[in-house]
């Protein structure tokens, strides 16, 4: 791997750009809030003794619900040698954090709480590329969840995106939480491996996702893979 300057658009910088955008979605996405990094603006990489690699970014975030886009700095870690665990972030985006989706999100929380129904889907997006408006939250929600996965699962080598909701089912909880089992497809872009996860997760706008177990599965050649992987 280089270290010094880097050029924003090849990989190694890009790598480094997604994981935080997984940091910011895994800590404050919601229902109603999601981000994406829209552009590396300036990447730089050096090797810490004893640690692992250390890049440094100025990247624009953006917010897509909200279509408000911010220019944050950050610095990501990956452990190396000997040490082990995820990459380690630091973001400063407070412009972005500042965006409120309370109304939103508390609207969604209370139609799935007071449900007589637990919801069930499948396929978002189905083939074509297409999320009905009303299951377009649990999507966004499976994103928020799945990018618990990607944070932990990424490496300089690495480059996830979650392209689909497979299915899922709610689950009934007598606490004050929301319930999920998700089955969600990542696509690693580097390697062009669909990978499937199980994750059962918790959710409300209190206490944001909670991911409680994630399993992966083997290799799944009947899933449905939409066309975009964006």
């Known amino acids: ?61 953006q917010e897509i619900m909200s279509n408000v886009t911010e220019k944050c700095s ?17 973001a400063s985006c407070e412009e972005l954090l500042k965006i409120n989706s309370t109304t939103q999100d508390q609207a969604f929380y209370q ?8 919801v069930t889907a499948q396929y978002l997006p189905d083939s074509y590329g297409h999320v ?7 999507r966004t929600l499976g994103i928020v969840a799945s990018s618990v996965v990607m ?12 392209v689909q909701v497979a299915n899922l089912t709610q689950l009934s909880t007598e606490n004050d939480q ?11 872009m580097v ?10 997760f918790t959710w409300s706008p209190a206490e944001g996702v909670k991911v409680e177990q994630m399993e992966q599965l083997p290799h799944c050649h009947s899933c449905e893979k939409p066309p975009n992987t964006n």
């Open 111 to 118: 139609q799935y709480k007071n449900n007589q129904t637990l």
């Open 191 to 200: 390697s062009q491996e669909i990978i499937n996860w199980k994750l059962l």
């Open 132 to 138: 009905s408006p009303c299951m377009e939250p649990l």
């Open 74 to 90: 950050a610095e990501v870690l990956f452990p190396g040698g000997e040490q082990q665990g995820s990459a380690r972030i630091q």
């Open 1 to 61: 791997m280089a270290t010094g300057e880097l050029n924003p658009n090849h990989y190694p910088a890009q790598r480094a750009a997604k994981v935080v955008q997984h940091y910011l979605n895994s800590r404050h996405g919601s229902p109603h809030r999601l981000f994406k990094v829209h552009r590396v603006h300036r990447a730089f990489a050096e090797d810490v003794p004893d640690t692992g690699r250390k890049y440094h970014l100025d990247v624009s975030i």
């Open 151 to 162: 944070l932990n699962q990424s490496s300089e080598n690495t480059l996830y995106n979650m």
């Open 178 to 188: 929301l319930k999920f089992h998700y089955h969600v497809l990542l696509h690693d």
